[in-house]
């Protein structure tokens, strides 16, 4: 009996020990497919501005937010094969190479540093930043480098002229300089500056590197590492202390000041990395996931928690350090559902239950064959109490064999597991042992809060079992509509259980009946999946399509928060956990800590490289993620502590009309000037941008907009903005960042730029192109007002000769009329008649003569000399035409003018043509009166025969065609200036003068 205990405890033991063994830090690998210039890394170096330096066999390298750019000799460096790194107290960076000498880096340019400068050996072994000066450790001898002159000093005595010279190290004691070498043994710096001597301290040879670890100096040998105290050592004295190894070239500290020693084998495959723990060797190299055995160089960002392992033949190494996330293969099984409480913790994977209680230190195993054999034997002894499918049960195969026994869920309640497979619900004590089997197929099941089993059905009901044991149940039936159906998840909370339902919405239990939230109208969603109460009584509910819900169920149904799909990464929700006032969503894309307004993601560059996530359970501070592959650990408190990042951008490239800016312009591959003045054609700008420090770049997002006025442009990721033909102006280029790992908005003046004005658009030039303008204006209006002047004399002057040919065609008819009249009186022998005649006849001539040389005259002159003409054409028919002139227009008849001549034609043509010698009565009216503003009607009415008695109607149309040819070389002519009608009753001609007053 003793025995079979002891082979137990040694079993568990060894169980456990595996499991820890096991156990994994994140890592991942950089190649040259990923952007490196070789594969064989010498050297690395993490610089004081979180740059990541690389010396590889064929050039060097820097990691900056996940990009390599990569240095050539082409670049200026001295020669490609970089073997060493440094940076001075200036934060200016050294290069050794094996084969070219010392590269010097500013962060302008390179400079190179050789044999023919003074160096004692262009194959460079280390660096050792002293003072003022570097120390540079060469195949053979020491040389000391000014920092700021970049003189060289080389110590003539340590230069021996052969390989075995090479230096292995320097190191430091009681204020004292040190260094080793291969096969020449260790010296003592004694340090003067340039003046520095040195003086042999140890014979003890071979020495490949030599490392200060405490008031002890490790000597790494060809198969073995040396321990010796530093006093004995510079003393002379051999090291006794010896462990058998591989050859060590570096040491470096961890996290919690840890040593690892750095192993490249020379002709054996025993390297990797070690912890110097107590005079012990430990290898790391599963823990940390290594699987090159040919390291040579390391550095530790203790800010992230990265260590990075430089390998011969397979790149660089990223290990996550922090233990915050420890990764577990499980023997690649499937972890399909983790549960359990702090210091017990059940593993449900493919090929069973595992269950580790780190209390007592045991782990419980309980495979398929178990749960078959508990299975096949409750069959046997209990056939009557095998449910059948017409009761509403789920079909179960109970021929189902071991291999083939599908897992669905694992709960923890009251200090037993539960474990529901196709083959039925098994009941488990904390030590694995199966206490109650129950021959139901159920995919999802819970609890109620008082602790009773409920099984559900995707599509005939539910059962609350107050007895599992004897199987004894209370049926809820599908035809209820307020029963459950196709039930995805149950959340068994304090006061009530909570049922999803992929395809009738949400459901809750409250002791005494289900209460269907879609069936009554409460809330319309209907796709869930996964379920999740916090603390204060609020519950999680994740939906088919990746939509996340915080709603207050009772007293009165609220939704308190709403996480859509563009809050998450991914497509689905896988579970949902909270830990305090964080809340953990798992999609297939990663992980999201909801905190206050506080939204992070952790993916890859987390350490979450297998993310076929298929549970997860928070227990106490540990966050257990179950993947295809085994599972992951996350330490909560150090995992999801606000990690505020101070973002800062700078630009690492311009380019102006795609032309790239000098690089006078750049420090450090940092453009310096903070303002840039542009000329106007220089308008297309290419700005390339990135964060400093060392960030997760593939978790930022970047819009930018170039006025404070201006709208933001869209969430972009590549660190690029192309700014295409611009106008001129003035522009403050802002970048607003979205880094959603720490879930923070941050907003950064980039840069301030000015486009000058086009010339043609400058104060000055517009101002002389006004004038400009204005004189051309003003000399082409004076051009055109004198040529409009002289234009409108030429035609003023012709119409005024026109009108004189006018008035010399009327006067002779006149006067050939008149003549008559005085012949008509000679003949009748009236004297005194042709004298008055004559008399009267005389004065019109003169009158006529007088304003036939005038362009125009008043109206009262025109009215004297109507009344003149008709006088005399009455006394030539013997006073028969009684007559009267009308002037309404009185008061204005001075003021009034129009052109002379104008209205006795139409006088003329009365006497003329109206009135035959038997007409009784003739009578001829002239009326003058103001119709509208600057317009004179002038009215000539007779009573005469019209017309249609006309004796001779060519005569009269020549006098209406001559007055009309008078009104249309007048201002405001139209067809109706002139108008006649004529009847029976006479003739009554109208004229429209348009005249000045």
Request: proline share 3%; aromatic share 14%; charged share 25%.
């Amino acid at each position: 009996m003793l025995s079979n205990w002891i082979r137990l405890t040694l079993l568990l033991l060894f169980l456990s020990l595996g499991q820890v063994r096991s156990q994994q830090l994140p890592s991942k690998t950089y190649t040259t497919a990923d952007g490196l210039p070789n594969n064989a890394i010498r050297a690395l170096h993490l610089d004081s501005r979180g740059i990541l330096w690389i010396g590889t066999e064929n050039g060097i390298s820097k990691l900056e937010n996940g990009a390599f750019e990569n240095f050539f000799e082409s670049d200026g460096l001295a020669f490609n094969s970089c073997w060493a790194i440094a940076e001075d107290k200036n934060h200016h960076l050294w290069f050794g190479s094996y084969g070219g000498g010392v590269t010097f880096f500013d962060g302008r340019s390179f400079q190179k540093i050789q044999t023919q400068d003074g160096l004692a050996d262009d194959r460079i072994r280390h660096f050792y930043p002293y003072e003022d000066y570097m120390l540079v450790g060469t195949e053979d001898g020491v040389s000391l480098i000014d920092i700021a002159s970049l003189e060289v000093t080389t110590i003539a005595e340590s230069t021996n002229d052969t390989d075995l010279n090479y230096t292995a190290g320097f190191w430091e004691a009681e204020d004292r300089l040190f260094y080793s070498t291969y096969r020449s043994g260790s010296y003592e710096i004694l340090w003067n500056g340039k003046e520095s001597q040195i003086q042999k301290i140890n014979d003890w040879l071979p020495i490949f590197a030599v490392f200060q670890e405490g008031d002890q100096i490790l000597l790494s040998d060809k198969g073995s590492l040396k321990s010796i105290s530093q006093t004995d050592f510079t003393q002379g004295k051999t090291p006794h202390q010896s462990i058998s190894s591989s050859v060590f070239w570096q040491k470096l500290k961890g996290l919690k000041n840890e040593t690892y020693l750095l192993a490249a084998g020379l002709f054996t495959k025993d390297g990797g990395i070690y912890q110097w723990e107590k005079n012990e060797l430990i290898s790391l190299n599963e823990r940390f996931s290594i699987d090159s055995r040919f390291i040579q160089a390391g550095v530790l960002d203790s800010e992230k928690g990265l260590l990075y392992l430089g390998t011969q033949d397979k790149g660089i190494y990223q290990v996550r350090v922090d233990e915050n996330l420890i990764y577990e293969r499980f023997g690649n099984k499937e972890v399909k559902a983790i549960e359990g409480k702090k210091g017990l913790l059940g593993l449900l994977h493919s090929q069973g239950l595992e269950i580790r209680d780190s209390v007592h230190s045991e782990v419980f195993q309980v495979g398929q064959k178990a749960f078959k054999a508990m299975q096949a034997n409750y069959y046997r002894q209990n056939p009557e109490k095998i449910p059948d499918q017409m009761d509403g049960f789920f079909e179960l195969d109970p021929t189902i064999q071991a291999g083939d026994l599908e897992f669905y869920e694992l709960h923890y309640r009251d200090s037993y597991f539960w474990v529901n497979s196709n083959l039925g619900i098994f009941k488990l004590t904390e030590r694995g042992e199966i206490e109650t089997y129950l021959p139901v197929h159920c995919f999802s099941m819970g609890f109620t809060p008082d602790g009773k089993l409920l099984e559900t059905n995707p599509y005939a009901g539910v059962r609350i079992y107050d007895d599992p044991n004897n199987f004894f149940y209370t049926y809820f039936h599908p035809d209820d509509p307020s029963t459950p159906l196709q039930i995805a998840k149950v959340e068994s909370g304090k006061k009530r259980s909570y049922l999803a339902s992929v395809f009738h919405g949400f459901y809750q239990w409250d002791g005494e009946r289900f209460q269907s939230y879609l069936n009554e109208g409460i809330w319309e969603e209907q796709k869930f999946k996964s379920l999740h109460e916090l603390e204060n009584g609020n519950l999680l509910v994740g939906t088919e399509f990746g939509e996340l819900f915080e709603i207050s169920p009772h007293p009165d149904f609220d939704i308190i928060n709403h996480w859509g799909n563009d809050d998450l990464q991914g497509t689905s929700i896988l579970s949902i956990e909270s830990y305090g006032d964080a809340i953990i969503v798992v999609t297939e894309r990663g992980i999201h800590v909801l905190e206050e307004d506080r939204n992070s993601f952790f993916d890859e560059e987390q350490g979450f490289f297998q993310k076929v996530f298929l549970s997860t359970k928070r227990i106490g501070d540990q966050l257990y993620i179950g993947t295809s592959q085994g599972f992951y650990q996350v330490n909560l408190p150090g995992f999801i502590i606000s990690r505020d990042q101070d973002i800062e951008l700078c630009i690492t490239e311009v380019k102006v009309n795609h032309g790239a800016l000098s690089s006078e312009y750049f420090d450090w591959f940092v453009f310096q000037p903070q303002k840039l003045l542009l000329e106007s054609d220089q308008n297309t700008l290419f700005i390339r941008f990135k964060p400093k420090g060392n960030l997760d770049s593939e978790k930022l997002r970047f819009r930018y907009r170039l006025k404070p006025t201006a709208d933001w442009t869209e969430y972009f990721q590549d660190p690029v903005i192309e700014l295409p033909y611009l106008p001129w102006g003035d522009y403050q280029l802002e970048v607003e960042v979205w880094n959603y790992q720490v879930g923070k908005m941050s907003s950064i003046k980039l840069l301030d730029f000015t486009i000058d004005r086009p010339l043609y658009q400058k104060d000055w030039f517009i101002l002389l192109l006004v004038l400009l303008l204005l004189g051309l204006f003003l000399f082409v209006y004076w051009v055109r007002k004198r040529q409009f002047e002289a234009k409108t004399r030429l035609k003023q002057r012709l119409a005024e000769i026109k009108l004189e040919a006018l008035r010399s065609q009327m006067n002779p008819h006149f006067t050939f009329n008149a003549i008559n009249s005085i012949q008509y009186f000679i003949l009748k022998n009236d004297s005194e008649q042709a004298l008055n005649y004559l008399g009267k006849f005389s004065s019109l001539i003169r009158c006529t003569l007088e304003q036939s040389s005038k362009t125009e005259i008043s109206l009262a002159e025109e009215v004297d000399y109507l009344s003149r003409y008709i006088e005399v054409e009455n006394m030539r028919m013997d006073e028969r035409v009684n007559w009267e002139i009308i002037n309404l227009a009185q008061a204005e008849s001075e003021q009034i003018k129009l052109s002379p001549m104008l209205i006795q034609p139409l006088v003329e043509n009365v006497f003329v043509h109206a009135f035959t010698p038997e007409h009784p009565n003739p009578k001829l009216t002239v009326l003058f009166e103001i119709t509208a503003p600057n317009q004179l009607l002038c009215t000539v009415e007779d009573n005469g025969v019209g017309f249609s008695n006309q004796q001779n109607p060519q005569h009269e149309s020549k006098g209406t065609l001559l007055i009309r040819e008078k009104l249309m070389l007048l201002p405001g002519y139209t067809e109706e200036s002139l108008v006649v009608k004529t009847g029976k009753w006479g003739t009554k001609v109208s004229i429209r003068i348009y005249v000045y007053q």
